[in-house]
């Protein structure tokens, strides 16, 4: 597709459930990113690829958030054992720039998945 | 502690006037700046940006004014459109990490026709 892609839209779990969030960047985009946008607030970095390395995680609040993207395309943002803290919009961003200066490469957002913790 | 702030959580501007966003910012290492549109259910859309080495870049109605000794930056949109309204999100980024985006807190911004 033209635009990022993230699959659920929606996401009901009970809290203690593990949940995959799936991101499908915009094709040859070598830059990936994972945000959290809580209610009424703006995004916040999680995570930044380049390729398959990921080079910051040091925006995952714990260690029960884990993401991966193994050939350097699609991304699984992986939440264990959820909390109701974990109520929000995940966002996927990709850009085309490589490397750590993206000035001018800005990153196009997907729509988001809303993951609701019961 | 908000590194990026949008004090005005919503502004409401006639069609055809002229709206003005306003963002400050707190960081010193912040360099590039970028403006965000977002309708609800989508993710954001990139609409403007500027380097830190400029004071002013336009593209269309669209035109973003950096004010680096006062730490402010601000969206002007001329004329205003009722497709317009929307939130808008204000975003920086800091020298030696310029892929991590720091956003404030949104404006709604709503279009009367």
């Known amino acids: 597709g033209a635009g990022v892609s993230q699959s659920p839209r929606y996401k009901v779990a009970k809290r203690g459930q593990d949940v995959a969030l799936r991101c499908d960047p915009i094709?040859?985009?070598?830059?990936l990113f994972w945000y959290q946008q809580a209610l009424g607030q703006g995004p916040e970095f999680l995570t930044y690829?380049?390729?398959?390395?990921?080079?910051?995680k040091s925006g995952l609040p714990s260690d029960r958030f884990f993401a991966e993207r193994p050939e350097g395309s699609v991304s699984t943002l992986k939440i264990q054992r959820t909390q109701q803290e974990d109520s929000a919009v995940y966002l996927c961003?990709?850009?085309?720039?490589?490397?750590?200066?993206?000035?001018?490469?800005?990153?196009?957002f997907g729509d988001g998945t809303r993951l609701s913790i019961l | 502690d908000q590194q990026v702030k949008q004090n005005s959580p919503s502004l409401s501007v006639q069609e055809g006037r002229i709206s003005i966003l306003n963002c400050d910012y707190t960081?010193?290492?912040?360099?590039?700046f970028l403006w965000y549109k977002k309708y609800p259910a989508e993710g954001p859309t990139f609409l403007i940006s500027?380097?830190?080495?400029?004071d002013k870049n336009e593209d269309g109605r669209f035109t973003v004014f950096l004010n680096k000794s006062a730490k402010h930056l601000s969206l002007h949109i001329v004329p205003s459109q009722p497709g317009d309204s929307a939130v808008y999100f204000c975003?920086?980024?800091?020298?030696?990490?310029?892929?991590?985006?720091?956003f404030g807190k949104g404006t709604l911004l709503t279009v009367n026709p």
């Open positions: 961003a990709s850009s085309a720039g490589g490397n750590r200066d993206l000035s001018n490469q800005p990153q196009h």
């Open positions: 094709s040859g985009h070598v830059s």
């Open positions: 690829f380049q390729n398959e390395a990921q080079l910051d």
């Open positions: 960081n010193s290492m912040f360099d590039y």
């Open positions: 500027i380097s830190s080495i400029k």
């Open positions: 975003a920086a980024s800091a020298r030696g990490s310029n892929y991590k985006l720091t």
